[in-house]
């Protein structure tokens, strides 16, 4: 069963918010897979309202430290099959959420896609999409951590960004 998140709360009768990407290192997106579970990636994708100031970076990355974050609620990780079950990620400050406010020290990670954005109005696309083929969708381990993670460093832009994910294990 797939699952998506934003970097948002979910949206209710305003449409889906942006969040800042500030101007330095900063997860947008953190999910936290439970010691039982691990997620295998379906898609993932982010839009931006203006080019960065200066050319940017937006990577997707398994990390063993959590960022400090917004927690996620429950219905920040809705199952897309509507009679499925809920996910079992964990939630929290230091699980799954959005914008950081701390990047804590990463020892260990493993980059699964990265994407340059130039600061040249035109030069490169604001939005981004993919999807994994069948055989070859990365699999984020238990108790680990996935984040989105955007670096703009002079100029901070608004982003979305998401990610759809199946539960393994």
């Known amino acids: 069963m797939p699952y998506i998140t934003w970097n948002g709360p979910a949206p209710t009768t305003a449409a889906q918010a942006s969040v800042t990407t500030g101007t330095a290192i900063k997860t947008m ?13 379906l898609e993932w ?33 809705p199952n897309l099959d509507p009679n499925g079950t809920p996910s079992l990620l964990t939630l ?5 959420g959005y914008t950081a406010s701390a990047e804590g020290t990463t020892t260990a990670s493993r980059v699964f896609d990265t ?35 955007a670096t703009t ?5 608004d982003m979305r960004c998401y990610v759809v994910f199946n539960e393994v294990g």
């Not at 997106?29 to 990636?41: D, N």
């Not at 960065?52 to 960022?67: K, R, S, Y």
């Not at 929290?92 to 799954?96: E, L, Y």
Request: charged fraction near 15%; avoid cysteine.
């Open 45 to 77: 994708g982010f839009s931006l309202d203006d080019p960065p100031g200066a050319d940017g970076v937006i990577e997707l990355l398994q990390t063993d430290v959590a960022a400090t974050v917004t927690a996620h609620v429950a219905s920040g990780v």
């Open 153 to 157: 460093p002079t100029t901070a832009s």
């Open 115 to 149: 994407i340059s954005l130039s600061s040249v109005s035109g030069e490169s696309s604001l939005s981004y999409v993919r999807q994994w083929m069948p055989d070859a969708r990365p699999i984020v381990a238990v108790s680990k951590f996935l984040r989105v993670r």
């Open 92 to 96: 929290g400050t230091s699980a799954t």
């Open 29 to 41: 997106l953190q999910l936290a897979t439970p010691s039982t579970r691990m997620i295998q990636l």
